[in-house]
């Protein structure tokens, strides 16, 4: 079982930067893969980034390439998302989530342990 814990979410203009981390435990984090998700009102839950194991190798989404960046520091066992140039269309509930697969899915349904969310407003 493991245990994920958003924060650093809130409220900020066009243009901002805030950074999410997301502490973990139960388990060796190094152990899984690690990921971002976001769920804007009226829409489905979408990939944002992921970061393997060692954190050697990240995958984001197109629309945040360039503005987020996805680390983890598994000494911490914590992971971290740094979003900068925010936009208005940026603005959702944030998710950390975990699994043990291989790498690669951006598919919700291949994760397996989710957080309980973090809001991002970004306001224009």
């Known amino acids: 079982q493991v245990q994920l814990v958003e924060s650093g979410g809130g409220l900020v203009q066009t243009g901002g930067s805030l950074r999410l981390s997301c502490a973990a435990s139960?388990?060796?984090?190094?152990?899984?893969?690690m990921a971002w998700f976001r769920q804007a009102p009226g829409k489905e839950r979408e990939f944002v980034a992921a970061?393997?194991?060692?954190?050697?190798?990240?995958s984001s989404a197109e629309s945040v390439k360039g503005r987020f960046t996805i680390s983890r520091d598994n000494a911490k066992n914590t992971m971290y998302l740094q979003m900068n140039s925010l936009k208005p269309d940026d603005t959702a509930v944030y998710y950390c989530?975990?699994?043990?697969?291989?790498?690669?899915?951006?598919?919700?349904?291949?994760?397996?342990?989710w957080g309980q969310g973090t809001q991002v407003t970004v306001s224009s």
């Open positions: 970061i393997s194991r060692s954190g050697g190798t990240t």
């Open positions: 139960g388990r060796i984090f190094s152990t899984y893969i």
């Open positions: 989530t975990a699994r043990f697969g291989g790498w690669g899915t951006t598919r919700v349904d291949e994760y397996v342990y």
